[in-house]
């Protein structure tokens, strides 16, 4: 009776989360959710060395949830039984055939571990209880900052929704590299509104690339356009279409460029500072459609 009650337990847990497991290949060995570590399964522990309980997966999963009865947890008798997993695994080990990757945030962003097939290794100091979703077998990617700008070498400055200091919500991710930088299209389109702007915080420039099939606009902030840059143009991926600059930014080591996705014809950016209503959804699983990690 116990062991039926515990089955039910997580399936039940599946559904209230509204099947956002992605299912992969399971191997016939692997009973998902049942507190034991198979071959062929992916397993975090509460404790380094692999100590403590344990929560064992078949496949990838982007959002562990946060809270009982609907988070993932950790299932095995031991230390921090019952715990909701997400931020707070100290060790894992890959039993799958496939490499898996450990993400410091929710839908396979932000910084990573991987985990060789047959890995069993404490998470390090970056992921130690900072897990918050992996993937099986992770495709290869270019990241976000590197795509942004020719020769790479960008960084994300501030995440989506991810304003610390600032009063609203951040409706776009912001990478920074270097004044002058060149600035690349992430996305094929037509160029569909240019703002030029100035220097300085009243002078806020704005690039609006809409891509009919994906029906989205990718829309550009602070860079300064290419004085070729026109609208009506054809835009493709990769192609230079600004200069970093500091366009609408109050001094020139805020140099940065926010990229923002918006579904539809849209030619102008949400508004994020001192707006508490966010507008755009979480872009993240869109960027990971088009080929790149967000980060
Ligand atoms: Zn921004």
Redesign the pocket.
Known sequence: MRTLNRIFTAAAATLALGGSVIATATPASAAARDGVCDSGEFCYYYNSNHAGSLSDFTGSLGDYGTEQPSCYEFKSAGSGQGLCIKNEAASAWNRSSVTVRVYYNSGYAGSYQDLAPGAKVNLNATLKNQNASHEFNPSTRTDLSDALYSGGGGRVT?YFDQYTTTPGR?????FAKAVGADVRALVSGQVIYIARGANGSGGLSTISIYNSSLNKSIIY??TAPRSSLAVGQQISRGQVIADEAWRGVSSSSGA?T???MRFGRQTHASK?VNDPVLDNPNPNSFWQSQGYNVR
């Open positions: 501030c951040h409706e776009g991710i912001d902030l602070h940065h926010h990229v923002e994020s």
